[in-house]
């Protein structure tokens, strides 16, 4: 079946400095959109970034992540992580448009540190 | 347009006692999700409701886990006998049947959680 595969457990980064979270994934299906989820302390997860077309770089907030369905990857990166950005994220995988179930990863803590 | 809602946001329960947790979705939204968010195991998908009918229940416990959806304003999910191990932040979201505009996957919109600690 499908799976989701992140950068696990905790990343800690300082601040001024690129941040790279990892998203891997597994599926038999062509057509996929992929979401990136924060969630901050004591708040709901929420979108971040999305993208269903391959080797296009989508962007919002200062990340940015590119699908690549010939490395089925979708990875997140920062060029400098600020102090808010520490938060949990989530990986997501969503087969196809008709279908309204995802795939999370296990989820990355990023703490970032002055 | 208010985001879901979940209550309560914070539920103690003895241990052996039953816990019932409600959501309510964003109006409109045809599909509602349940998950169990622990530190060790991240989000665990455990049922999925599309226009109030069950449609997946593959990440529930069978024995003690329950949820229904008895009208497209709420959801409930019920847990019998809660035991310790139970304890964790259950989040419910909601989602279109798809996306809007050129993006035409659904997003899933996620409530605050109810924190469930079970003594």
């Known amino acids: 079946g499908d799976s989701v595969t992140q950068t696990e457990g905790l990343v800690t980064v300082t601040e001024g400095l690129p941040v790279k979270l990892n998203c891997t994934y597994q599926t038999t299906y062509l057509t996929i959109a992929f979401f990136w989820y924060v969630q901050y302390l004591n708040e709901a997860p929420q979108v971040l970034l999305k993208?269903?077309?391959?080797?296009k770089r989508t962007e919002h907030q200062g990340f940015h992540a590119t699908l690549h369905k010939s490395s089925s990857s979708f990875h997140l990166q920062k060029s400098s992580a600020q102090l808010s950005d520490s938060a949990l994220y989530y990986c997501?995988?969503?087969?196809?448009?008709?279908?309204?179930?995802?795939?999370f990863g296990k989820g990355t803590s990023l703490t970032v540190i002055p | 347009n208010a985001g879901v809602i979940q209550t309560p946001r914070h539920k103690v329960t003895g241990k052996g006692q039953e816990a019932t947790l409600w959501c309510e979705p964003i109006s409109g939204h045809s599909a509602v999700f349940w998950y169990r968010q622990t530190i060790v195991q991240g989000l665990e998908f455990l049922t999925y409701f599309r226009n109030q009918a069950p449609i997946d229940d593959s990440g529930m416990p069978k024995e003690r886990f329950s949820a229904q959806m008895p009208n497209q304003s709420h959801s409930t999910l019920k847990i019998q006998s809660t035991q310790p191990q139970d304890s964790a932040v259950y989040l419910c979201?909601?989602?279109?049947?798809?996306?809007?505009?050129?993006?035409?996957?659904?997003?899933?919109?996620f409530g605050p959680g109810t924190r469930l600690t079970v003594l």
């Open positions: 993208s269903s077309t391959d080797n």
């Open positions: 979201a909601s989602s279109l049947d798809k996306g809007l505009g050129a993006f035409n996957y659904a997003e899933q919109f």
């Open positions: 997501a995988l969503s087969e196809s448009p008709g279908y309204q179930n995802f795939y």
